[in-house]
Each structure stands twice: as structure tokens, then as C-alpha cells.
């Protein structure tokens, strides 16, 4: 079938790298719905009947080699959990992973050639056109037959949790992919501002809740500890809508689209003049030296080694590839170091944030989809679903009984093989031959896994901290139409361009704020109407689900 070549490649890096940020996130007893508020639920689809006599399979399956996988293995077939997985269901798979850094060029040849493999794991919200048109391009298949004569365990669990319901299908009502779903709301925070807690302690400093506290603290540790600067970030950490868009949304937006909390209606953050509100402030610090003159263009070694090796008071970073890695690095030859979660910052004190980091529990990320040229959607169904049984809920989470867990007092706790593998593995990579809840996958995320992947009391303290917001603003995950998705990309390429290149100009002092009103009358004129109208839609029949 023919397709839009240009349109694939714009859009479909984007699945891609939604994709592979499952890694970086964090059940049996709630799971948050859609955009408001959490619900107590179950979080399988129930008791497991095994493979039994079903006929031997063999499968394809086509998935980003996750890096916690491949410090110990070069393909997931060399993984013991998913032997054990191959064993329970009777399906053998063979796992093509793509080269590490060719993820989205080979997905994208993939895509085009349409030699497809029997599963593919994506973000299918992200394909060009949605996952609708996926289905209707004959890449993927629809699962709502399937849902209900094969996926028992699968639609088992979406009748008890009718708030995933709507987010896993389409407006129309499609389900297209075995998903993976955050299983807890404190699953859903992983990230936010951080700062040397050691330091505020020497200085008899608080930690900040506001601006004006955020201004203090900043001076008085770049001049105390002889700084060259004190804040350092990157625009992926102020851009990315689910972290919550530090700053920014102290003055109630988003670097990109939101929801408007008092008219309920999606509205382009870049326009408002809360934005110009957060440029002053950035611009500011920037001037004073308390911002990094090289956030903009730091790559993650360089970003690490301001903060391990103390060049920074405070810093944008997730739970455990930022705070618990930076601690278990930094600690053994300073054993005073101590990080701390900072609040999100507000304008006036005492005020609850409006927003912060938060992830939907279902983002569309680690997703998989059974392809059109599966000869065996009968195995390929049966391979999936099995990871939404209850048996098939804690080998995805907790790996194999009595090797990689035991059950303490009906607590699955994972043994010293996990926490202290006597191989010197750390408990990521460790964790990774045995449990998907490290880096995500086709199934239901458990609470009790990331209760003991956290290595440090200090994790734990983070993730209350910042979990402390309003959850507004944040776009629910919409699936635009294939005709509005196209014109939303011919829109929004031209204005994320000028509007990444402006952030940094006024930033770094290149354009003075005074000219912010002819910024946003630029963006009016290229059509940003159009996109709002276009997003506004498709809220609507989100909301309509």
C-alpha cells in the first residue's frame, strides 16, 4: 500500500524515541486513568492457564535492545526471563533488534519496505497519522476481534480499569497494541529538580519552594562554593511536556500545547504570557551567571560530570539514572553527599504547583502491535496476552521464583542476585536479565518493583516531593485523524523551529523580551489557529471516548 514517505520519516523518529524512553520510568492495587485522578483497580487480568497442549510457535519480534539488556546480552533470546516466557506460552521468538543508534533508520526502512516481522514494539500513538492509520495502512492490526475471542486476560483487565479503557484505543474505538501501562501514580513521577543537599545543610539554607527562594539559593552556593554557575539543565528536560517544563509551568504553561485549567481548552504555551514570564526569569539568571551558559548544547557525559564532580548546586534529573546513579557514584569518595528533590516552584508561597512531572500510565511508549504478514496471530496473541495474566504479571515484573525472588510474607522481594549480584552487576543491569520493569514492555508496571529498585531513602523522598502538584496542564495522549495529523506536521515543523531557536535567543540575551509580541504574531501567522483548532478536536473526542 502506498504511503507517505516524507510523512514516516518526520514522524515516526518520534515513536522511536518515545519508545526508548520507557527505560527511564518507573501492582496489584491502582492504576491512575486518564489525565485526572487514580482509581483502585486490579492489576492483572487474572488468574493464569498455561500453554498446555497448544501447538509449539515460532515468532518474530522486532524491539530496541534496551541498555540495561545489553550490558549483559546481546539479544532478549539470551535473557533467562524471557526463556522462561518462550517455556510458559510454547511459543519460541526470535528477537531482531536493530543496531544501537539505528533504531529509527531502521524502523523507518522497515516501515517503508513493509518486510515485516510478526510483533512489533513501538510507539504506534506516534506513527504518521496515528495507530488507526497504521491499521488502515495494513502495517498493524486492529485487536478488537481479537480482544474479544483470544485476549482474555488483556480485555479482562481493561473491563476492570475502564480508565485505561480510553486511553489504549482509538477515537473510534480501535485497540491496536498490547500495551504497557504504569500500574501506580507513583510510577508515573520519575523526575525533577534536584540540589546538593550537603551543601544547603553547610550553608543553613532551605530548600526552596519558590522563585525568589530558587534565586537565593542559587546566589548564595555559586558564591559560597566558588561556582562558575549554579543551575544547569537541558531544553530536553524544559521541552519534554510530561517533566512537567520546569519553570515554565510555575507561570501555568508549557513549552508546547496544554490544557488551559480555567477554560478546559488546549492553548500553545509559547504564546502566553506566562511564557515571557519564565524567558525574563531564565534570561536573567543567565545574565547573573547562574545558569549554564552551555545548556543548550551539553551532551549527557558533560552533563554528568558538572554535576558528580561539583560544578553545580542544582540540576534537572530523574530517580534512578539521575539521583540514585549520581549518589552511588559521587558517595564512596565523598561520603557527605547527599542530593534532595526540590519542590516544583511557585510564584507565592505556600501556593501548590499547578504542574510537574507526571506520565500518563499509558503514554503509548513500549507498545506492541501484531503485524499484517503475522501467519500466527493465534501464537502471537497467546505470547502477548500471557503478560497481562497474574503468572505473566510477576515474571514481567519479578522475574523467576526462587532465583531472581521469593515471596517474603506475600511481598515479592527480589533476592541478592537482583540487589547484590555477586558479579558485580548493578541492580539495573542485574535486574535486566530477569524483569522488564526496568525499562518497560507489552504489560502492567508493579509499584513493588520500583518500592525496592530504589536504592536510596533519598529516591523515595524525591518522588513524594515532586509528586506534590495540581497534574494540570499536561495534553491527555490524542489521536488525530491521518488528514490532521498531516497538516499538524506541515504546521508545527515550521513553528518548532522558530520557536526552539527564539527560546535560546532570549535566553542568552540575543533578542531583547521587548520583542515578544512580534514573536507571537509570527506564530500567528503561521496557521499555529490552524494546529489549535486541530488539537481542540481531537480533545473533544478524546473527552468523548
Not at 165 to 192: C, E, N
Not at 210 to 229: G, P, Q
Not at 466 to 488: A, C, D, F, Y
Request: aromatic residues 10%; glycine residues 8%; negative net charge.
Amino acid at each position: 500500500m502506498k504511503k507517505s514517505t516524507t510523512a514516516i520519516i518526520l514522524l515516526v523518529v518520534l515513536a522511536l524515541s518515545l519508545s526508548l524512553m520507557a527505560g527511564c520510568t518507573q501492582t496489584q492495587t491502582s492504576t491512575t486513568g486518564s489525565a485526572g485522578g487514580t482509581t483502585t483497580t486490579k492489576a492483572t487480568g487474572g488468574t493464569t492457564t498455561t500453554a498446555g497442549n497448544e501447538p509449539a510457535a515460532n515468532l518474530t519480534y522486532w524491539v530496541a535492545l534496551n541498555s540495561n539488556v545489553a550490558a549483559t546480552a546481546a539479544s532478549y533470546n539470551d535473557v533467562p526471563m524471557f526463556v522462561e516466557l518462550m517455556k510458559r506460552t510454547n511459543v519460541n521468538v526470535e528477537f531482531q533488534h536493530p543496531p544501537v543508534g539505528q533504531e529509527n533508520e531502521q524502523f523507518n526502512l522497515m516501515i517503508n519496505s513493509m518486510e515485516l516481522p510478526d510483533i512489533i514494539e513501538s510507539n504506534w500513538i506516534a506513527y504518521p497519522g496515528g495507530p488507526e492509520k497504521a491499521v488502515n495502512d495494513e502495517v498493524i492490526l486492529s485487536l478488537n476481534d481479537i480482544l474479544d475471542d483470544k485476549a482474555v486476560y488483556l480485555k479482562t483487565y481493561y473491563q476492570n480499569n475502564p480508565n485505561i479503557d480510553k486511553l489504549v484505543k482509538t477515537d473510534s474505538g480501535i485497540y491496536y497494541s498490547f500495551p504497557f501501562i504504569r500500574g501506580d501514580a507513583f510510577l508515573m513521577v520519575y523526575g525533577g529538580a534536584q540540589m546538593r543537599q550537603d551543601w544547603l545543610d553547610e550553608l543553613d539554607l532551605e530548600v526552596p519552594t519558590t522563585i525568589d527562594e530558587w534565586d537565593s539559593v542559587l546566589k548564595a552556593t555559586k558564591e559560597a562554593k566558588n561556582l562558575d554557575y549554579a543551575l544547569t539543565f537541558t531544553v530536553g528536560n524544559i521541552k519534554e511536556p510530561t517533566y512537567g517544563s520546569l519553570f515554565l509551568s510555575t507561570y501555568g504553561v508549557l513549552y508546547n500545547f496544554y490544557v488551559d485549567p480555567a477554560s478546559n481548552e488546549i492553548k500553545y504555551g509559547p504564546m502566553q504570557d506566562g511564557y515571557k514570564e519564565a524567558l525574563s526569569l531564565l534570561a536573567r539568571w543567565y545574565d547573573e551567571g547562574l545558569l549554564d551558559p552551555d545548556f543548550a548544547s551539553q551532551d549527557g557525559t558533560t552533563y554528568d560530570a558538572k554535576i558528580t564532580g561539583g560544578k553545580v548546586t542544582a540540576f534537572f534529573a530523574l530517580t534512578g539514572s539521575g539521583l540514585g546513579r549520581y549518589t552511588t557514584t559521587v558517595r564512596p569518595e565523598n561520603p557527605e553527599f547527599t542530593l534532595v528533590g526540590v519542590p516544583w516552584p511557585t510564584v507565592n508561597k505556600g501556593d501548590t504547583p499547578i504542574a510537574g512531572q507526571k506520565d500518563h500510565a499509558y503514554s503509548g511508549a513500549a507498545s506492541a502491535a501484531i503485524t499484517s504478514q503475522c501467519e500466527d496471530v493465534d501464537a502471537a496473541v497467546r505470547f502477548l496476552d500471557y503478560h497481562y495474566s497474574d503468572e505473566g504479571h510477576m515474571l514481567l515484573n519479578f522475574g523467576i521464583e526462587g532465583e531472581s525472588y521469593t515471596m517474603v510474607d506475600g511481598y515479592p522481594t527480589y533476592t541478592d542476585l537482583i540487589k547484590k549480584n555477586p558479579d558485580g552487576l548493578s541492580m539495573a543491569h542485574a535486574a535486566g536479565r530477569y524483569v522488564r520493569s526496568v525499562y518497560g514492555g507489552p504489560f502492567v508496571q508493579d509499584k513493588r518493583y520500583m518500592e525496592q529498585y530504589l536504592q536510596y531513602p533519598e529516591q523515595v523522598n524525591a518522588i513524594n516531593t515532586w509528586s506534590q502538584h495540581q497534574g494540570k496542564l499536561i495534553v491527555p495522549p490524542l489521536t488525530p485523524t491521518p488528514e490532521e495529523s498531516q497538516k499538524m506536521a506541515a504546521i508545527m515543523s515550521e513553528i518548532n523551529t522558530f520557536v526552539d531557536e527564539m527560546f535560546l535567543k532570549f535566553i542568552m540575551g540575543q533578542e531583547p523580551l521587548d520583542k515578544f509580541a512580534d514573536f507571537v504574531a509570527q506564530i500567528e501567522r503561521m496557521k499555529i489557529s490552524e494546529a489549535l483548532e486541530i488539537q481542540n478536536t481531537a480533545l473533544e473526542r478524546f473527552n468523548n471516548r
